[in-house]
């Protein structure tokens, strides 16, 4: 590339880092709040970063970084497999529905994500990390108005279920705290409107009284606790830990808390009493039906739809009753189940597992190959948001819907873009100690 195309292409490149940088600061209170927000924001972030990637001229990059980089390839492969794996099952099968493969797509879309946003995130405006907190904000403000004004039971949108709305929002909540002093040393305000988001995140959680959040915040706080590579001291972490247990501990004081935890107990109680009609009951008896299903047809699953196809007849012969099995054709309420029951044991719960598991090690590797604070940080946030989403997804199928796989893949594209930025592309970057930059 001659001098005078690579200065002309220097403020296109920074034009779209500022676009990028928009679209991700507005994607989750989008895909909280605004109905097809998220997936719209997400493809016009997938055309941007392809756009990118035709813009740069170094075409075997790409290649080169998959091939000698096994996290990279790991990754790449995890977020490959599900689309591949589900339309290899329906094909054997003889029945390929357009929309099973919907979602699944996203994941591979994602990839584009990654490898574009990678070369440019030196100039992605920092601003941008507002995003956490804007869309906690954002979700804490719906919770407001389903609950207060739409009189709903639990917070929810007009699109996403208590259970969804409120594991994202607590999520966000949680990566705005996260995120103080990621990119830069943050301002005093910005400091305090990421604490906000953290509450904020909060609040909508509790306001949804989904239980699944809630169980998926210790096991955050246990993955920040033991990172290696934080800039926090063990001393202090170990402070920080003991007064968010004592925050945990004081929100089952909250009526709200208590209820929905003592609700199992009186769940199990009915369901021992003949009468498993209830929420745990419920899934209890749907969980018993898909581990049914499996053991007779282990290898490649039922298909296409095959668990909710199943309902009525599981429900004519008394296996579920029909409050279950109507329940049941919606969901299975558990993604690793849902998964296996449908595509097979061997590439259902590949696919599943390598979903999360896959950019769990990207980022575990990561953060051992670099160095820099900023990319530890993203590795740290990334491996957060796979953990939770692996906890969600045991009461809940989380990918069932396109908007949350939107959500989880774009999230761990960007983390991974972060914390495996291409070296000295755009600005500073490379495997140098901080200390010695």
């Known amino acids: 590339m001659n001098k005078s195309n690579a200065s002309a292409q220097i403020p296109r490149r920074h034009l779209l880092a500022t676009i990028f940088g928009t679209l991700i600061l507005l994607f989750p209170a989008a895909a909280l709040v605004i109905p097809r927000g998220g997936n719209t924001v997400m493809f016009l972030t997938v055309a941007l970063s392809a756009a990118i990637l035709l813009m740069d001229r170094a075409r075997g990059e790409i290649c080169a970084l998959f091939k000698s980089n096994m996290h990279v390839r790991v990754l790449v492969l995890s977020l490959c497999l599900p689309l591949f794996a589900i339309l290899l099952i329906e094909v054997l099968h003889g029945k390929v529905a357009a929309n099973t493969l919907d979602s699944p797509a996203r994941f591979l879309l994602a990839i584009i994500v990654f490898f574009s946003l990678r070369k440019i995130f030196n100039i992605v405006p920092k601003w941008f990390d507002l995003t956490f907190g804007t869309g906690a904000i954002c979700a804490a403000l719906m919770a407001v108005y389903s609950t207060a004004d739409l009189l709903d039971a639990r917070a ?99 009526s709200t808390v208590r209820g929905r935890f003592e609700a199992i107990r009186t769940d199990l109680t009915s369901m021992s009493a003949g009468n498993p009609d209830s929420s745990t009951g419920v899934r209890l008896e749907l969980w018993k039906a898909a581990a049914k299903l499996i053991a007779e047809h282990p290898l490649l699953g039922l298909g296409a739809h095959g668990y909710r196809n199943a309902m009525p007849a599981m429900a004519a012969t008394g296996v579920l009753t029909p409050t279950a099995a109507d329940l049941g054709k919606g969901e299975v309420h558990n993604q690793i189940l849902a998964y296996v029951v449908d595509y097979g044991i061997v590439l259902g719960l590949l696919a599943i597992l390598g979903v999360y598991v896959g950019p769990a090690y990207f980022f575990i590797r990561s953060a051992t190959l670099r160095h820099h604070p900023v990319e530890h940080r993203a590795a740290l946030m990334g491996l957060m948001t796979a953990v939770a989403f692996a906890v969600f997804g045991l009461t809940v199928e989380t990918f069932n819907l396109k908007v949350t796989v939107a959500f989880y893949s774009t999230m761990v594209a960007l983390f991974a873009a972060f914390a495996y930025p291409v070296e000295n592309s755009v600005g500073t970057t490379d495997d140098t100690p901080p200390a010695a930059r």
Do not use: T
């Open 156 to 254: 929810e949108s007009s699109f996403l279920n208590p259970i969804h709305f409120g594991d994202i929002a607590l999520l966000l909540g949680v990566l705005s705290l996260v995120s103080i002093h990621w990119l830069k040393r943050d301002e005093p305000w910005v400091v305090a409107f990421k604490i906000l988001g953290g509450a904020a995140g909060c609040y909508a959680s509790w306001a949804s009284q989904s239980r699944g959040g809630w169980i998926a915040l210790p096991c955050l706080l246990v993955v920040w606790l033991l990172w290696k590579k934080h800039p926090v001291s063990m001393a202090r972490r170990l402070l920080i830990a003991f007064v968010a247990v004592l925050m945990l501990a004081g929100s089952f004081a909250s």
